[in-house]
């Protein structure tokens, strides 16, 4: 089964490149080993660039046919109709202050046009070796155990996760649906990085996750992985699903399914 030996692959990956990053850091200098992107706040350090080098150099030897879009600038039209998405450090700016929330994720998709086109996904933890595995129609997993969503049915109670952008533009509007939001719910938390947030909801660890403005290689695996375990997904009009093609970025709200409806019209519009 393909979708088995694609997750198999990039739970391979995610982790030779996390401990890769996860012992570097240790040598991370702060003046010459960072930059910045689309923001002051934006940042890539050389563990990111490194773990992607490696990712990238793994995936052309194994599978030299498929296509990789890394954030850090891979890019590599697909011959084999599967392509790779990678998000080599998720959590940069955790990463860079030494706390625990940084995760490298890959996804592999099918990118020949047919909806729902993530096939396998790996999202790895150096700082908690925690690796969470998916494959469509085969489960979530982690370290060998299946993993289901939470069943919740009662917003007073659920603890939701979420995330911010590096625009500031973007935040303001963010802030609001959180003030919005959080006198409803048990609390809101912020880990830092998407991909974890998300493989939290597959373990029922977050009742519900939610973000605006998500490339396709922080969302790709994770989101998988939450709805293997069972969790709904959408957008935040409800109406139509996360994008159906993955390579498009989006704005997600993942949650227990009988919390999804009532979220839904707390973060709804702003
Ligand atoms: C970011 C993290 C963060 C989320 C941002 C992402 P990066 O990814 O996932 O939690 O709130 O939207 O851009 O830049 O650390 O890979
Ligand atoms: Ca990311
Ligand atoms: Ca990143």
Request: net charge negative; hydrophobic share 45%.
């Amino acid at each position: 089964m393909i979708e088995i030996e694609l997750m198999n692959t990039a739970a391979a990956l995610a982790r030779r490149a996390g401990d890769l990053a996860f012992v570097g850091r240790a040598t991370l200098d702060r003046a010459n080993d960072v930059d910045t992107k689309s923001t002051a706040t934006d940042m890539v350090t050389r563990w990111d660039s490194a773990s992607e080098r490696l990712i990238v150099a793994d995936i052309e030897r194994r599978r030299p046919d498929d296509g990789i879009i890394g954030e850090e600038g891979a890019a590599k039209a697909s011959r084999s109709g599967v392509s790779w998405l990678v998000d080599p450090i998720d959590g940069t700016t955790n990463f860079l202050y030494g706390l625990a929330g940084w995760a490298v994720s890959i996804a592999a998709v099918d990118d020949t046009g047919t909806p729902d086109g993530t096939l396998a996904g790996a999202v790895y933890l150096p700082a908690t070796r925690e690796l969470f595995v998916a494959a469509r129609g085969h489960g979530a997993w982690l370290a060998g155990r299946r993993l289901t969503c939470s069943s919740s049915d009662d917003t007073a109670t659920a603890l939701v996760g979420t995330g911010f952008s590096y625009s500031s533009e973007r935040r303001a509007q963010q802030g609001q649906r959180v003030a919005r939001l959080l006198p409803h719910v048990r609390d809101i938390r912020r880990t830092g990085a998407a991909a974890p947030d998300l493989c939290y909801v597959a373990d029922g660890r977050l009742d519900a996750y939610f973000e605006e403005g998500l490339q396709a290689w922080d969302l790709a695996a994770g989101l998988l992985i939450a709805t293997e375990a069972g969790a709904h997904a959408s957008d935040f009009t409800g109406g139509s699903p996360v994008p159906s093609n993955v390579l498009v970025s989006g704005n997600v709200l993942v949650s227990a399914p009988r919390l999804h409806d009532r979220l839904l019209e707390l973060i709804g519009p702003v």
